[in-house]
């Protein structure tokens, strides 16, 4: 026998997830069109992103072109059936009314980001060429730095982010999911806010709202910061540790038009603390003591989206057509971009050995 020690296996490379933050990027959200020959299209796509990513960003290297490609529930049992991620499903919904956290329809997901728009745009430009036949954007939005990394509402956005490891540990799936290792979770809502209204409070007044100082960002300090606050109210824990996820939101608008909107989205190694966070600020923690942001906010989409890892999504340029592999995946029988879950809770109780967060 050697004496060489068996390496530990090795997690493939992630899609570019944890990136350092950029001045531009494009969401684009867009739903399979629900034939053969569109599935053909898409699962040789996969193979291309990576090659165009890299042809495109080096044109201009200091711009940090990356893009993420992520598949919806529908759209992965449809496009590659089984195996399937562990806890890839359609977006549930929270809450109702007035504050609703929607699902809308879309099964393929990119994130392209970079320090300057025309890079963005090219690339865009490129990986929707190539499936413009077989899919139908439903969303793309253009989202803008927006001075020192503030959101649209005023307030530094992305500061609690976790970094360098700790993001790795919060995003990437490892040992918990084998054959997805590398892969994460992304949840993108884009929402709307009526900045009249916003605009009309005092500083103080929006400070209690977010649970931070507008102008230095610094936390509020507990004795004064309600738990109704979007900081309190989207920091959980689970087992006694806190539960990060990894936020890239950006500014986006018409002001002509009087739109003014935060792309949100959301990176982690499972969907459940992030949905954990939009119970919190759609029904209340308890119920009730809601996100008071949704006063002057409303999500007009919602979806949830599985990353492969880099490797992943080239190969599954190669995967079989789920039927002709003889894979039985009845859930194909509805249309990629499938009705939601709509329960308005987690059920994390019914998933065996998951952490409860609170
Ligand atoms: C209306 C759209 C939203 C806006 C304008 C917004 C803005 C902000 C701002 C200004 C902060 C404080 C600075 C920071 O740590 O980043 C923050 C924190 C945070 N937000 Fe949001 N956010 C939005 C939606 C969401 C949603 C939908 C989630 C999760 C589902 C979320 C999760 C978080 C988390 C985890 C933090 C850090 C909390 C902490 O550790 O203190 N946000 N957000």
Known sequence: MSDTPIPAAVTPNPQAVSVQVKRSAIFIVATLNPDAASYDTVRAWCGDVAALVRSVGKRQPAGGLSCVCGFSANAWDALFGTPRPAELHPFREFGAGERHAIATPGDILLHIRADFMDLCFELATHLMGRISSAVTTVDEVH????????SIVGFVDGTENPTGDEAVTFTVIGEEDPEFAGGSYVLVQKYLHNMNAWNALTVEAQEKVIGRTKLADIELDDAVKPSSSHSSLTTIEANGEEVK??????PFGRPGAGEFGTYFIGYARS??????????????RPPGNYDRLLDYSRAVTGGLFFVPSEPLLESLADRAAP??????????DTPPSAAPVSDGSLNIGSLKGAPQYE
Not at 245 to 250: F, G, P, V
Not at 323 to 332: I, M, N, P, Q, V
């Open 271 to 284: 969907p459940a603390p992030i949905e954990q966070m939009l119970e919190n600020m759609f029904v209340g």
């Open 143 to 150: 989202g803008f730095r927006y001075f020192d990394q503030r």
């Open 323 to 332: 039927d002709e592999a003889g894979t039985d995946h009845s859930s194909t």
């Open 245 to 250: 996820i990894l936020r890239d939101n950006m």
